[in-house]
């Protein structure tokens, strides 16, 4: 296929859905980001794959539902329980996103954070990556690159990468260079931050990554540092672009931004409630921004509901690229939509949570929702904040959403030994009522 498109898919941890201005941010954080949407699409009814981290990350590399895997279910990956295990990973078997455009001569690199499980058994390299820079695990600090266990994860390739910076930008400049040496032919490289996870560093808090014990950093944090943060990110994206238009690739990149689940304390949601773990919208819902001035008209917004595994299908569209028949696709292609905002079809979104015995489903406009038993149903169409429950006014709908859950989740394997992890303290809980 001639003139195949470059790829760039940039992963923010723990972003919510109104952080960013082109979202309806209160802050200017986001200025690369903005100018990104508007040059290009922005979709208003975005989805991860769950409201946890490794989960997502198995779709987005897979494709399907990440529950088909046995490390999909945990929630997340938690790297005490994962060093070593053989079932906590992504299988190195299973086609993926980089390993099937490897195969078609794409140049593949991830940048930034894995959480897919750990070697012997597991690795970026293993699943089709050919370049690696980043962390294995989930959270790490941003000064001294070690883990919420105390281990040092930071790596290049195979090797611990004992290297000295501020995370953030240090992922900015390895993917710089990527695009640099691989401007010659045709590249996926995965964008994967850690920001604006915990613990809650900007370039100047070297001082408070010395000072805390633990990594989940619970007495710290501010708002203005959460935004810092985020800024701070976009201050390496907007060089990402910068070397895409200096190597005079930028008209034939296809450039996909979102995050890996909703926000964390100090994120912005509005007008959603929820967050991580949560599947009310706020745990669910993400910023999708997508550029590509070959085929994607500036300043587009469309309606389309997505989910992080469709852009599997979309890439591999893009490149002319057939996947492995053997592992259908769950995600569905959003090629014709990028290209034409407008033409939206109708589909069917799932999602599985084990913490709280969470269930979701929204099929157009309704979304019906079960958490710890208590059944909901929502009308998103007229009432995003999810605080009108019509469960009791509308019964046959809601009965009949709940069947075709039921349904959807039949097919899907069980993983009895599956966890989650809890979060800290009851005040981190958002539920339907609250």
Known sequence: MKNRPNFVFILADDLGYA????YGGRSDCSPSLDR????????TQGYANSSVC?????????GRWQHRLRGGADEPIRSGAARGNPLLGLPPAHPTLPSLLRDAGYATALVGKWHLGFPPHFGPRKSGYQEFF????????YFTHRDSYGAHDLFENETEAHVKGYLTDLISEKAISFITRKRQEPFLLSVHYNAPHWPWETRDDEAESKRIDKLYHFDGGSLATYLTMIRQMDEGIGRILSALRKNKLEKNTLIVFTSDNGGERFSDTWPLVGKKMDLLEGGIRVPYIVRWPA??????????TAITMDW??????????EPDPKFP???????NVIRKPTKTFDRDLFWKMLFRNQKALRSGGWKYLSVDGDE??????????ERANYGKREPKRLAAMREKYLAWEETLPKHPDACYSVPATKADLVTPSS
């Open 19 to 22: 952080d960013l201005g082109c």
């Open 36 to 43: 990104l949407a508007r040059q290009g699409l922005r979709f």
């Open 54 to 62: 490794s989960p997502t990350r198995f779709a987005l590399m897979t």
């Open 134 to 141: 980043g962390a294995l695990s989930g959270g790490l600090d």
């Open 295 to 304: 085929k994607v008209k500036a300043g587009g917004v469309t309606k389309q």
């Open 312 to 321: 599997v299908a979309t890439f591999l569209e893009a490149a002319g690229v």
């Open 329 to 335: 696709l769950d995600g569905k292609s959003l090629l």
């Open 376 to 385: 909901f149903l929502f009308d998103l169409s007229r009432d995003e904040r």
